[in-house]
């Protein structure tokens, strides 16, 4: 299986290509938009690269991360990422995907063992995990590969439960 991990952003938009079996980084980076073009515009390219993206890793399945928004943080800013998640969802539904939506305590709970893991300890799991010698950078696409992982952590519990209650 090959999975598409998306860290939504209306500027940075991190992604990952996973495959299982074992479980192993295909490609991971950013697709990045000007913060000086408007909100609409950004959110235009972003499609058109996600959907270019799309087309050249020909991912079986995608998984994105669910906004969050603190109520510290500006609700704007929950919104524009909520637009960008969206954005992720025409994507995955115009190359009939199957898409999957993570909050980032699922996600968390799935790479670290704890829903309240730090982006750091998450970052440092992610690395541990996939065997890798430095944490992926930039943060958005660690986050990219954190979602995929937790896509496919979640997959294989399904299978084992399904594979269960068959049995």
Avoid: W
Avoid at 16 to 42: K, T
Avoid at 80 to 101: E, K, N, Y
Wanted: charge should be negative; aromatic fraction near 2%.
């Amino acid at each position: 299986m090959r999975v598409l991990g998306i860290d939504p952003g209306t500027v940075r938009m991190g992604y990952a290509l996973l495959l299982d079996e074992p479980i192993a980084i295909e490609e991971y980076g950013v697709l990045s938009q000007p913060r000086s073009l408007s909100l609409p515009m950004r959110l235009h390219r972003l499609h058109q690269d996600l959907m270019v993206l799309v087309d050249r890793l020909s991912p079986d399945e995608m998984a994105l991360e669910e906004p969050f928004v603190s109520q510290d943080k500006n609700r704007r800013t929950g919104i524009a990422v909520g637009q960008a998640q969206a954005v992720g969802l025409i994507v995955a539904a115009s190359a009939d995907l199957l898409i999957r939506t993570y909050a980032p305590s699922t996600v968390k709970q799935a790479v670290t063992g704890y829903g309240g893991g730090s982006k750091s300890q998450v970052q440092e799991m992610v690395r541990l995990q996939l065997g890798l010698e430095e944490i992926p950078q930039p943060d958005d696409a660690a986050d990219a590969i954190a979602v995929a992982l937790c896509h496919l952590r979640t997959q294989e519990t399904e299978r084992l439960l399904s594979s269960r209650e068959i049995g």
